[in-house]
């Protein structure tokens, strides 16, 4: 039997979307056309879902996408003529922007080290920024914004488009979509589906920003400026090209459960309780501790813990004994730190039963 995945994507599947998976093959969903109108249908139903869960104002649009990486892409082509500016504290924020200046763009930034959070101070926004992106969770430290944060930016800055990632807390951390002009995730983390679809939210003022430089040629988008998007969007819920029809099946009955059981807030409540075992297990231990030091700032969707080489080695060891899966820490912090993912399908006993692993480290 498969070990129980606390890895930070892609996520465990709950038995329900188990149960949806079977379902596609007997409703022919891996054989539906992506141009009919029963994939319009299911679409549709699916895009009015997110409105709900995220509270989303009627006048932003939303689209699908392959990724949340090609989602930055798009932000980037779309919306930036000469300069972005990035608060990097670890390596996603970091890609967006190499994404930036992959596109031939300046992306200043400001940086801090790995496992603390940015100050979010508006003061350091470069001057000539047209775009200013945060990464909402920053997937490889557990470092989280609060919505104060990214409202800090909105109201120092209401003249910039700002762009928040949000792929390793989306449907566990409630934000006010007003607050930025481009939200964007991927499917495989916190609403614990297959990976290989994303979604990007853009509101009218970024949409026109869009359209600015298109009509100047500076658009870089191709097929895929916001409005060739929404098209294809608003007359049939429709995408440019041919989509992950399994996952937005999926992603609709989640949607429909999620919203039917309390919506975003309900996720949240759970995912603060998740974290706060987790948290509370790693104060009492003698020999591991948060990597991000700031309580405030620590991510209620996925925890990052340090130690010494030898108690971290041991400690997945012992939990692969128990069929449970820890994950590694990313890139430079590989081997340092253990990233334990607090996802909606992991339930309080599976997190329960690793927090039993760890105290086994500590007797043994």
């Known amino acids: 039997m498969p070990a129980i995945p606390f890895t930070v994507g892609p996520s465990k599947l709950s038995q329900q ?22 994939f319009s249908a299911m679409s549709g139903s699916a895009i ?38 990035h608060f990097v504290c670890g390596r996603f924020s970091e890609l967006f922007a190499e994404v930036s200046e992959a596109n031939h763009k300046m992306a200043d930034r400001t940086d801090v080290p790995w496992g603390t959070s940015p100050t979010y101070d508006p003061l350091a926004v470069s001057p000539r920024a047209e775009l200013i992106a945060i990464t909402a969770n920053e997937t490889s430290t557990g470092v989280m914004c609060t919505p104060e944060d990214i409202n800090r930016i909105r109201v120092a800055h209401p003249d910039r488009l700002l762009a928040v990632d949000i792929t390793s807390i ?30 990007l939210i853009v509101s009218p003022r970024a949409f026109e920003r869009s359209e600015e430089l298109r009509k100047s040629h500076a658009n870089l988008a191709g097929l895929f400026t916001f409005s060739a998007m929404d098209q294809f969007m608003r007359e049939k819920a429709q995408t440019v090209c041919t989509p992950n029809v399994l996952d937005i099946f999926l992603l609709e009955r989640q949607l429909k459960r999620w ?55 041991r400690f997945h060891a012992l939990a692969r004994e128990e069929g449970l899966l820890p994950g590694k820490g990313y890139g430079k912090l590989k081997e340092s730190t253990i990233r334990i993912a607090l996802f909606p399908a992991i339930t309080m006993a599976e997190l329960e039963r690793l927090m039993r692993v760890m105290e086994r480290v500590e007797k043994e």
């Open 17 to 38: 979307t188990k149960n949806d998976l079977r379902d596609v093959i007997d409703l022919g969903i891996a054989e539906m056309s992506h141009r009919s109108a029963q």
């Open 48 to 85: 009015e879902g997110l409105r709900t869960f995220f509270r989303i104002p009627e006048e932003y649009r939303v689209f699908f996408t392959s990724s949340a990486t090609e989602a930055m892409e798009l932000t980037i082509r779309n919306l930036v003529r000469t300069c972005s500016f």
């Open 170 to 199: 989306a449907g566990m951390k409630t934000y006010a979509i007003a607050d930025a002009d481009v939200w964007f995730f991927s499917v495989q983390k916190g609403f614990g589906l297959p990976s290989g679809l994303g979604v």
């Open 259 to 313: 919203n039917a059981e309390g919506g975003s807030a309900q996720k949240e409540r759970q995912s603060c309780e998740k974290a706060a075992l987790l948290y509370g297990a790693v104060g009492r231990s003698a020999i591991f501790r948060c990597f991000v030091d700031d309580p405030a700032h620590r991510s209620i969707s996925m925890g990052v813990l340090t130690g010494e080489l030898k108690d971290i080695a």
